[in-house]
Nanobody, 121 residues
Framework: VQLQASGGGLVQPGGSLRLSCAAS????????MGWYRQAPGKQREFVLV?????????NYRNSVKGRFTISRDNVENTVYLQMNSLKPEDTDVYFC??????????????WGHGTLVTVSS
């Protein structure tokens, strides 16, 4: 299973970006999908930004509630993160993740490469 993330870039404070992450490979079904950012000062630890399960239920980090919206396309196996009213403190590398079930193999967590979001004037 591979996750391909895109959509990062440089934006001014108050601006918007839309991140996308498409899953491909040996996928029977996808449970939860989410976006994470790297924990400050901890290279291999990630903090949740937003998550959506296969029922469409969402949860968000407090700092992004009301500004970010996560959604998914179950046909395209893609998760999106619409980021509005961006602030400089949103600057980070964002990673997508998916909990995938593959028939004959079971369930596993997969990660995409990071995509850099820079909010600066």
């Amino acid at each position: 299973v591979q996750l391909q993330a895109s959509g990062g870039g440089l934006v001014q404070p108050g601006g918007s970006l839309r991140l996308s992450c498409a899953a491909s490979g040996s996928i029977t079904s996808i449970n939860a999908m989410g976006w994470y950012r790297q924990a400050p000062g901890k290279q291999r630890e990630f903090v949740l930004v937003a998550r959506i399960d296969d029922g469409g239920n969402t949860n968000y980090r407090n700092s992004v509630k009301g500004r970010f919206t996560i959604s998914r396309d179950n046909v395209e196996n893609t998760v999106y993160l619409q980021m509005n009213s961006l602030k400089p403190e949103d600057t980070d590398v964002y990673f997508c993740s998916a909990n995938v079930f593959t028939a004959g193999l079971g369930t596993g967590d997969y990660w995409g490469h990071g995509t850099l979001v820079t909010v600066s004037s």
